[in-house]
């Protein structure tokens, strides 16, 4: 269900509070398993708001945290590119977000034949029911095989060859909008709606 953000924020904090106390991590220095720290953690969140509000709900557990402010997360080739993905699964196969989503980095296929675009439009077909059924983590997870299978790269080796820092920035767009549907609740028009008006935002900044 939806939770408010109050709650939300809280339960972020709980579960690095319950993370630090039973997970242990490998040191590569010391070539041996270590307790994890607060230092291990990273926390992404879409707004800066959001960022003081989890920073807070920590603190009040006496868990040392850092806030850092580096640029936007969304400012990116695979923010906008993701977006196109998404929306040619939202669509069902529509012929042209199909097309928009294939020229993307994410699947790298320029001039698709006819073939090849007959084989995407039922794999987003296929995608969009996903999504509904079982959210924005399945369907992604389901894409990543269907673009290996084609191509043999996958997406996230199509990401990390553009630039290594495309994939750490997909990797934290998509735990975002995760988290994101998690908290809203599994509506795929939301998430398309929750990631556009990020860019947006962009856009009106530069």
């Keep these: 269900g939806i939770k408010d953000k109050k709650t939300y924020h809280t339960d972020i904090a709980s579960e690095i509070a319950a993370t630090l106390m039973r997970c242990t991590i490998y040191d590569s220095e010391k070539q041996q398993e270590r ?51 998404l929306a040619a699964a939202f669509s ?4 042209a977000a199909v097309r928009r989503a294939l020229a993307t980095i994410l699947l790298k296929t320029i001039d698709p ?54 994939l750490a920035d997909f990797d934290g767009i998509t735990q975002l909008l995760i988290d994101a549907e998690r908290e809203q609740g599994r509506m795929p028009q939301m998430l398309i709606s929750w990631l556009e008006k990020r860019l947006n935002n962009i856009s009106e900044k530069e």
């Design 35 to 85: 307790s994890m720290t607060p230092g291990d953690i990273a926390v992404l969140a879409d707004t800066n708001k959001n960022c003081k509000a989890i920073t807070e709900a920590l603190t009040e557990r006496s868990i040392p945290c850092v806030l850092e402010k580096n640029g936007n997360i969304f400012d990116c080739r695979a923010a906008k590119d993701l977006h196109a993905v």
């Design 92 to 95: 069902g196969g529509d012929p």
């Design 113 to 166: 034949d006819e073939s090849v675009l007959v084989r995407w439009t039922a794999n987003f077909r296929k995608l969009h029911k996903l999504w509904s059924k079982s959210g924005i983590a399945a369907m992604l997870n389901k894409l990543e095989q269907l673009s290996r299978g084609f191509s043999g790269n996958g997406i996230r080796k199509n990401l990390a060859a553009a630039a290594p820092q495309e």
